[in-house]
């Protein structure tokens, strides 16, 4: 399969799920903090560890924290506006698979996304009625 840098609606759906999530430990308080006061920070980090995987997967794709996208606070709020929490989940879990090459999946933000989009995607189906009816055993 084949990696590909993503786009920047992307990483604005990915920061606008994180804003949404329930912190109880002290590293979901920070991250969805610096979502909501400091998204422009999270975008760069985002963007420099999907880039970070590009470069693990291909050998010639040089890493640089060069020629990344910039955050653009009006784009990011029409993308916000545009998505809900499906298309959101959707663009979580492929960042996180466009980010997941070589030594990216043991970083310690990457390992704090997966938990969240896992959350996220239990959010989402534990408030569906089909599985408010499911039986518990």
Do not use: H
Not at 7 to 31: A, F
Not at 37 to 61: A, C, G, H, M, V
Not at 108 to 129: H, M, Q, R, W
């Amino acid at each position: 399969m084949s990696a590909f840098i993503v786009s920047e609606d992307n990483l604005y759906r990915v920061i606008n799920s994180i804003t949404k999530i329930e912190g109880y430990t002290n590293d979901l308080k920070e991250i969805k903090e610096q979502a909501i006061s400091q998204p422009k920070k999270l975008f760069n980090k985002l963007n420099t560890l999907n880039r970070y995987s590009i470069s693990q997967r291909y050998k010639d794709e040089k890493f640089t924290k060069d020629n990344t996208y910039p955050f653009v606070l009006s784009k990011y709020n029409e993308t916000v506006l545009n998505s809900n929490k499906y298309q959101n989940l959707k663009s979580f879990t492929c960042f996180l698979y466009q980010s997941c090459e070589g030594q990216a999946e043991q970083t310690p933000l990457y390992k704090l996304l997966s938990k969240i989009s896992s959350d996220i995607a239990y959010s989402i189906v534990s408030s569906t009625e089909e599985y408010k009816k499911a039986k518990w055993d």
